[in-house]
């Protein structure tokens, strides 16, 4: 079984996909947790470039091939064999990413974008996607709370990217409605990790088993 965790910067998905690996490790599951981009020797390579803020002078059409190579090689390399063997694999951030991010952030084309997204993920899709919803106030809120480093090339962004993004989160959303809830995030930790092992329990009771 393969669950995404996406949403806009600091919306908490690291957090909620750490919660729910030690729930199903107690449960005694087997579970692989990777993270976007990266995950990979060439991957973490290529995330090296994706957020180095020396390369400003990166255009849309690059960050978006650079994503999607570093998904290519996840998916071959690491997640089909995982879901192969049984493991219930957790990604922070996939594909869905790109359409936010690129798609509606960058204004590259919805359709191009698909269609690579596609061609990077081969025949895996997520069984559930949890889109973690927060505004952009509440982003910028936490990002000069509690980071302690310095921004990375894509935090950079301005307030206007990043509102694009939570919205066009929201029409994915919409229009993937079986594979895709939306969690509140600005609820506590522990209740979005509630929310979201109910809805995981119940997608198990149903169609998984
Ligand atoms: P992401 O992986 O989406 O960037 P993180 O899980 O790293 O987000 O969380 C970003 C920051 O927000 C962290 O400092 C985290 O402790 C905090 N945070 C996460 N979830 C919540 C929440 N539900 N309410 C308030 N703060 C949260």
Redesign the pocket.
Known sequence: MLITFE?I????????VKLLERYLIDKHINVYVFREPGGTKIGELIRGILFDRENLGMRNQTEFFLFSASRAQLIREKVKPYLKQGYYVLS?RLHDSSTAYQGYGRGLDLNAINTVNNLALGNIIPDLTFI?NITVEEMNK?KSQ?LHRELDRIELNDNDFYQRVRDGYLQIADKYQDRIKIID?????DM?HREIMKIIEEYRSSDFL
């Open positions: 949403g910067d600091f919306c908490g998905k690291s957090t909620q922070d973690i936490r509690k995030g600005t609820k506590s930790i979005i």
